[in-house]
């Protein structure tokens, strides 16, 4: 089986593939400080609550947008796994041409989200992602990443409000009933999430101008993406696997 990892400025998201079907997921929080330690036994007792063994673990690749903590994390999984991982970085095949300015730049989870959409879904494509950070990534026909747009996720964007605004209120985020707000909870929901709604459609829609593909098709993925999927033409396509996906893909082109 096949543990895949993807390390996100807020939750390390893991899952396991038995061929290509996904037989367990689940997360951690990033931010909290662990020694390799610490990893390696939350992840095997992880895999053991849903009904796996660590020993059926053959290949591990993992995706990381959080430089610090891959020196513990990488030891973590050499001692409790006893193998190197495959870390998607440059060298690493991925079937993608990165085209822009400076490709080095480009966040190994939008690479992956990229092979994946362009692979599954075909190109062109526009790649959303709703994390930490709302990224809009262009894949042309061919298969080369062409554009990025980094726009503050959504929570972020919330966290923002309450953070700095002494007298707003952490809210959870949602949709309101109406937009018409008449409350302070309210109103707040309604900023974040049609003004979300708004930047999405905007962006799109410049994207495929600009880009002049009639076909381009927009494909999404994180955690908050499927209520403003929903509320959207805009988007084709929500797929809440796209990265776990694009890191399986990835590792078997690197095993052929």
Sequence with gaps: ??????IGNTNITFGVFKKEEVV????????????????GSVICNMIGYNGLQVKDIDGIIIASVVPNIMHSFNNAIVKYFGQQPLIVGPGVKTGIKVLTENP??????????????????????IVLDFGTATTYDLVTADGSFVAGI???????????????????????????????????????????FYGQIGQTEYIIQKMKE???YENVKAVA???LGKIIAQET????????????QGLRI???KNME
């Design 1 to 6: 089986m096949l543990l895949v990892v993807d």
């Design 24 to 39: 367990a997921t689940f997360r951690l929080t990033t931010k909290m400080p662990r020694t390799s330690d610490e990893y």
């Design 104 to 125: 080095r730049q480009i966040g190994a989870d939008r690479i992956v989200d990229a092979v994946a959409a362009y692979t599954l879904y075909g190109g062109p494509v």
């Design 150 to 192: 980094t726009a503050p996720g959504i929570r972020t964007a919330g966290e923002a409000l309450w953070e700095k605004a002494a007298k707003l209120p952490e809210i959870e985020i949602c949709k309101p009933k109406t937009i018409l707000a008449r409350e302070t909870i309210t109103s707040m929901q309604a900023g974040l």
């Design 210 to 212: 600009e880009c002049g």
């Design 221 to 223: 993925t994180g955690g």
């Design 233 to 244: 033409e805009a988007i084709d396509i929500y797929d809440s696997m796209l990265t776990l």
């Design 250 to 252: 990835i590792y078997n």
